[in-house]
C-alpha cells in the first residue's frame, strides 16, 4: 500500500451500485441503539464506503447480515465489529441464569460490595441488585493466604456436588472467585474444568482478572459469566451465515481481538462501539493536527463524551450501572440523550428529554415507524433544521405533519404557548433543544472541567447522527474554540474500527515494596510477555509488528488506590511525579508499594489512508441547495442558506447561520460561526469568529 495513491473523496455510495474488487475488502461494523453503520474499505481501489440500515434489538445480527448481503460479496470479507450486545444485556439484566462460587464464607461479597453511598445525602438511596440472585451463590471450602500458600485443600468431588447442585438450579454460567486466587490460580482452574466437563459456561477470575480486591474482581468476573452467553450465540449467528470470514471484535480498551475470545469474555466488550468512536476521532483529528480533542459522540440513543490530551486516556477503574469493571477500558462517560431521546412531561410538570429512547423500533414519529412520542429528531425536524427530502440520502422519508403534531400535543402538555413568530410545536421543539442541550453540556463538562481541563484548550471533534445538529452550541456554551466535524461523522465508530490496532491487556498482584530491583519485576512479567506473544502469533500477527507497554500499579504504602506509571529505571519519581500531577501533592520521602505489573501487547495494523486533496477557491457554489426557513437560537426565523455537505471540496468556506446537508448527518451552523473544509474533507467550524 505504501506509494500509493491517497483516496480525494469518501463516494459514500449505496453499496448496491458498489464495484468492489473483493480480494481486498476489509468493514468496520458498529451496532448502535437507532442504526447499524458501516464503513467499507477496498484497500486496492483505497476507496471507502458507508452505509446505514436500522438497527433490530430483537434480532441485533439481522441488520448486520442485511448490510452485507447488500454487497453480495463472493468472498470473505476481514470484519472488525463493535456492538451494545453486552451492553444491553447488562443494562436491560437480560444476562444469562449466572451463579457464583466462592470461598466459603465469601458468597455475598458481591452482595455487600463497598461502604460508598453514590448518593450521599438521599436516605432512600439503593444500590442495584446483584445479578446472581442468593439462591445461586455457593461456597465451597478451600482457603489460600496471601502469598499463595494453600491452607485448606480444595476437595473435588466436593466440586462435582456442586456441579450437581446448579443444574437442580437451572443454571447456565458460573463465575468462579476464590480468596487470593490471584496468588494461587489452582482451585479455580480445578473447579472451572470440572463445571466445563458438564457444559456449563464458567467465567473463573484467575483467566479475567488476576488482581486483588475481591468485589471487584468478583463483580469483573459475574458480569463476564452473565453477558458472555448472550454473546456467544449472536456470534454463533453471525458465524452460522458468515463461513470463512476473517473476524474481530472491537474492545473497550481500543484494540481489536478474536471473535472467539470475546465468547469467552465479552466483558471486554462492553463499550465496544463508543471505544471504536474514540479511536476515529481521535485518529482523524490527530491527522488533521489537532491533538488535544474532545469527543462527542451523539447517536440515537445515547451520548459519549471522552477526552484525549495528546492520547486516548486508559482507565481501569469503570463502572456500569452501579456495577464496578475492573478491566481496562477507554474513560467514556455516558448519559442518555440522542437523537431518539423521549421529550416529556414530568410529574411536576417540567419539561424531560430522555433517558428514555424511542430507539430504531418504534423509533421519532418522523420516521412514520409506529412512534408517538415526541423526540429530538423530531424537534430538529420542526425547527427547519432537517431536509426531509434529504435523510437518508432520501431513502427514508420524514414525515413533518406527524413530527409537528406530536410536539403540539408536548406542548399542550407542558402549558406551553407560541413565542413571538413561532408556531407552538416550534416553541416546544426549541424547549426540547435546550433541555438535551444541557444535559449534554454537564456530561462534556464532567470530563473536562471537573478533571482539572480546560476546554478552551481542546477542539470538540463532533460525530454520531445527530452530533452535528448540536455541536457548535455546545462548544460556545463551553468556550471551546473549534468544532472537527470528519466527512464521515454519522459512521465514525465503524471507521475507528478500521484504524484500530489489536490490544491485549494483562495484569497480574504481586505486592512489593518499592525497592524491588527492576530486574525482578521483568522477570515477574515474563509469564505475561510470553502468553501475549503466543496468543499474537495464533492470530498471525508477526512478532515484528508487536510493540510491548509495561506498566506497574504504585501507592504509598498504607493508601487504597494506585497510580500506573510505566516500568523503567525511574519508575519510583515517575511515580511521585504522577501523584504531584493527580492530586496537587507528592511525598518523595514516604516509602512506596508496587501493588499489579502491568503488560499491554499492541499488534500494529495498516490503517487505511483518508481523502485528501489540495485547498482550492473559498466559493462554495456548487454545493449551495438554496435557501429555507429554520429556527435560529434565538427564536428567530429567516430563510438561510443550506449546502450538501458530499459537495464540499478543500478550501470551501462556510458563514453561519447555515445548515450542511450530509447523507447520514446533518451540521447546524449558528449566527457568528464560520467553518472552513480542510485539505482532509473535515468541515472545521470556528466558534464565534465571524463576530
Same mark, same amino acid.
Request: charge should be negative.
Given at each position: 500500500m505504501d506509494g500509493a495513491k491517497e483516496p480525494d473523496r469518501f463516494p459514500c @455510495?449505496? %453499496?448496491?451500485? &458498489?464495484?468492489? $474488487? @473483493?480480494? $481486498?475488502?476489509? &468493514?468496520g461494523i458498529d451496532i448502535g441503539g437507532t442504526f447499524t453503520d458501516f464503513v467499507f474499505f477496498d484497500e486496492e481501489l483505497r476507496a471507502f464506503y458507508t452505509y446505514k440500515v436500522l438497527s433490530n434489538p430483537l434480532n441485533p445480527a439481522q441488520p448486520v447480515l442485511d448490510g452485507l448481503e447488500a454487497l453480495d460479496l463472493k468472498k470473505p470479507p476481514s470484519i472488525i465489529h463493535g456492538s451494545t450486545i453486552a451492553t444491553n444485556a447488562l443494562l436491560e439484566r437480560k444476562g444469562a441464569r449466572t451463579a457464583l462460587i466462592s470461598t466459603y464464607g465469601f458468597r455475598d461479597v458481591i452482595a455487600i460490595g463497598r461502604q460508598v453511598r453514590s448518593e450521599l445525602y438521599d436516605f432512600a438511596a439503593h444500590r442495584p441488585q446483584p445479578l446472581v440472585p442468593e439462591e445461586l451463590r455457593l461456597e465451597i471450602k478451600e482457603r489460600v493466604d496471601h502469598r499463595g500458600n494453600v491452607i485448606t485443600p480444595l476437595n473435588e468431588e466436593g466440586v462435582k456436588d456442586l456441579c450437581e447442585s446448579l443444574k437442580n438450579l437451572d443454571a447456565e454460567s458460573v463465575a468462579v472467585c476464590l480468596l487470593f486466587s490471584f496468588a494461587y490460580p489452582t482451585h479455580e482452574k480445578t473447579i472451572a474444568r470440572v463445571f466445563r466437563e458438564a457444559d456449563f459456561f464458567v467465567s473463573p477470575s484467575c483467566e479475567i482478572l488476576p488482581e486483588f480486591r475481591e468485589y471487584e474482581r468478583t463483580s469483573t468476573s459475574v458480569i463476564n459469566a452473565y453477558v458472555s452467553p448472550i454473546v456467544d450465540r449472536y456470534l454463533q449467528q453471525l458465524k452460522d451465515r458468515l463461513e470463512d470470514v476473517d473476524f474481530r471484535m472491537m474492545q473497550s480498551n481500543?484494540?481489536?481481538? =478474536?471473535?472467539?475470545q470475546i465468547r469467552k469474555q465479552a466483558v471486554r466488550s462492553i463499550l465496544s462501539g463508543p471505544a471504536g468512536g474514540v479511536v476515529g476521532a481521535f485518529h482523524i483529528a490527530k491527522i488533521a493536527g489537532f491533538e488535544n480533542v474532545i469527543g462527542f459522540d451523539m447517536g440515537g440513543t445515547s451520548t459519549d463524551v471522552s477526552l484525549c490530551a495528546g492520547d486516548i486516556r486508559i482507565t481501569n477503574e469503570a463502572e456500569i450501572d452501579g456495577? %464496578? #469493571?475492573?478491566?481496562?477500558? #477507554?474513560?467514556?462517560?455516558?448519559?442518555?440523550?440522542? +437523537? +431518539?431521546?423521549? /421529550?416529556?412531561?414530568d410529574a411536576g410538570g417540567a419539561l424531560?428529554?430522555?433517558?428514555?429512547? !424511542?430507539?430504531?423500533? %418504534?423509533?421519532? *414519529?418522523?420516521? +412514520?415507524?409506529?412512534?408517538? @412520542?415526541?423526540?429530538?429528531?423530531? !424537534?430538529?425536524? *420542526?425547527l427547519g433544521r432537517l431536509m426531509p427530502e434529504y435523510f437518508l440520502e432520501g431513502r427514508m422519508s420524514l414525515d413533518s405533519r406527524s413530527a409537528q403534531s406530536a410536539l403540539e400535543d408536548l406542548a399542550e402538555q407542558a402549558g406551553i404557548s407560541a413565542q413571538s413568530d413561532l408556531s407552538r410545536s416550534q416553541t416546544a421543539a426549541l424547549g426540547v433543544i435546550h433541555v438535551v442541550n444541557a444535559r449534554m453540556e454537564r456530561a462534556?463538562?464532567?470530563?473536562? *472541567?471537573? =478533571?482539572?481541563h480546560d476546554p478552551k484548550d481542546f477542539t470538540l471533534v463532533?460525530?454520531?447522527?445527530?452530533? +452535528?445538529?448540536?455541536?457548535?452550541q455546545l462548544a460556545r456554551a463551553l468556550g471551546i474554540p473549534r468544532v472537527l466535524i470528519p466527512p464521515t461523522a454519522s459512521t465514525l465508530s465503524a471507521l475507528g474500527m478500521l484504524?484500530?490496532?489489536?490490544?491485549?491487556?494483562?495484569?497480574q498482584t504481586v505486592m512489593l515494596p518499592g525497592t524491588t530491583a527492576i530486574e525482578k519485576l521483568e522477570t515477574l512479567l515474563e509469564p505475561l510477555v510470553d502468553q501475549c506473544l503466543d496468543e499474537f502469533q495464533q492470530e498471525g500477527i508477526s512478532k515484528d509488528r508487536i510493540i510491548l507497554q509495561k506498566d506497574l500499579d504504585i501507592r504509598y504504602e498504607g493508601q487504597g488506590y494506585e497510580l500506573t506509571v510505566p516500568l523503567s529505571a525511574e519508575f519510583e519519581q515517575n511515580f511521585h511525579d504522577s501523584h504531584m500531577q493527580t492530586y496537587s501533592h507528592s511525598s518523595p520521602d514516604s516509602p512506596i508499594e508496587i501493588v499489579n505489573v502491568r503488560l499491554r501487547g499492541i499488534g500494529g495494523v495498516p490503517r487505511p489512508p483518508l481523502p485528501r486533496a489540495p485547498l482550492g477557491t473559498e466559493d462554495p457554489e456548487e454545493a449551495y441547495l438554496g435557501q429555507r426557513p429554520f429556527v435560529l437560537i434565538d427564536g428567530s426565523v429567516s430563510p438561510k442558506p443550506f449546502y450538501r455537505g458530499d459537495q464540499l471540496k478543500p478550501g470551501h468556506v462556510l458563514r453561519g447561520p447555515a445548515i450542511v446537508v450530509y447523507k447520514d448527518t446533518t451540521v447546524f451552523l449558528p449566527v457568528g460561526d464560520? /467553518? =472552513?473544509?480542510?485539505?482532509?474533507? $473535515?468541515l472545521v467550524v470556528e466558534i464565534g469568529s465571524e463576530t
Open positions: @455510495e449505496d %453499496p448496491h451500485r &458498489i464495484d468492489f $474488487n @473483493e480480494d $481486498n475488502v476489509r &468493514i481500543g484494540g481489536s481481538i =478474536r471473535a472467539s456495577f %464496578p #469493571i475492573r478491566i481496562p477500558m #477507554i474513560d467514556i462517560h455516558t448519559v442518555g440523550s440522542g +437523537g +431518539g431521546s423521549i /421529550a416529556y412531561v424531560r428529554v430522555g433517558p428514555q429512547s !424511542a430507539g430504531a423500533d %418504534p423509533g421519532p *414519529v418522523c420516521y +412514520g415507524l409506529g412512534g408517538t @412520542e415526541p423526540t429530538v429528531t423530531d !424537534a430538529n425536524l *420542526v462534556l463538562r464532567v470530563i473536562s *472541567v471537573e =478533571r482539572g463532533s460525530f454520531g447522527g445527530a452530533g +452535528g445538529l448540536h455541536a457548535a484504524t484500530a490496532d489489536a490490544v491485549k491487556d494483562y495484569v464560520r /467553518a =472552513r473544509v480542510d485539505e482532509f474533507f $473535515n
